[in-house]
């Protein structure tokens, strides 16, 4: 079952940072931060994870608070094309782990 | 990063037939793969956990008869519903994972409409 909670939708200027935020206040300490987005009628596309440090990539980046209890993805420029459903997910890193996917945040970019 | 395809991408069916969808890892071997269902405006479902060689572990409610899986190699996992209706109208997308501890990589879903 899914251990996150997010904001149903969110709005973001184009060319502004759109910050996601996920609450994960039951995480345990092996468990890491995922992030996977959804355009619509596509598969999920993953876009970042991490343990407990920030991590940054090409996409995106993550910031995890120091008690790992939330985590808020970053995207430092949002373009159109961002608009998606972007999903966090909590997991244990290992083949037979199940991803369990919440509601996830429906973001808007607008012009 | 790593490659999953479907196909088909759409099907349309009569109800009271089978439909067999293929779920494929192209430049990697995948000894477990995952079925999701999602239906419109509504978050992804896993269904089944596809393990190759041995039977599928079905999430709870899922009727297994019903969604048959098999996952006869490291590159293929079908998913074959059965005596389709129309509630069974939905998205499926599979997904695999090509590295032991790493992120799972999508297809890109496959749309039945049964009528």
């Known amino acids: 079952d899914a251990k996150t909670t997010q904001p149903t939708s969110m709005d973001c200027a184009e060319g502004r940072a759109a910050n996601l935020p996920c609450n994960h206040s039951?995480?345990?300490?092996?468990?890491?931060v995922y992030w996977y987005r959804q355009i619509h009628s596509q598969g999920p596309q993953y876009i970042i994870h991490?343990?407990?440090n920030n991590e940054t990539n090409e996409m995106a980046s993550l910031i995890i608070t120091e008690d790992r209890k939330s985590s808020t993805l970053i995207l430092p420029h949002a373009t159109l094309r961002d608009t998606a459903v972007y999903y966090c997910?909590?997991?244990?890193?290992?083949?037979?782990?199940?991803?369990?996917f919440g509601t996830g945040t429906s973001l808007t970019v607008i012009p | 990063g790593a490659v999953v395809s479907q196909h088909p991408s759409w099907v349309i069916c009569k109800s009271g037939t089978s439909v067999k969808i293929e779920c494929r890892s192209l430049?990697?071997?995948?000894?477990?793969m995952f079925w999701y269902r999602q239906f419109p405006k509504q978050s992804l479902m896993l269904m089944a956990t596809?393990?190759?060689?041995?039977?599928?572990?079905?999430e709870q409610g899922v009727e297994k008869d019903k969604f048959l899986i098999n996952h006869a190699s490291l590159t293929l996992s079908t998913l074959t519903v059965t005596s389709a209706h129309p509630e069974d109208s939905s998205f499926y997308i599979c997904?695999?994972?090509?590295?032991?501890?790493?992120?799972?990589?999508f297809g890109e879903g496959s749309r039945l409409t049964v009528l």
């Open positions: 997910i909590v997991r244990v890193r290992n083949t037979g782990n199940q991803f369990y």
């Open positions: 596809s393990n190759e060689g041995s039977k599928a572990t079905y």
């Open positions: 997904s695999a994972i090509p590295d032991p501890t790493g992120e799972l990589f």
């Open positions: 991490g343990l407990k």
């Open positions: 039951t995480i345990s300490g092996n468990e890491y």
């Open positions: 430049d990697f071997q995948a000894t477990t």
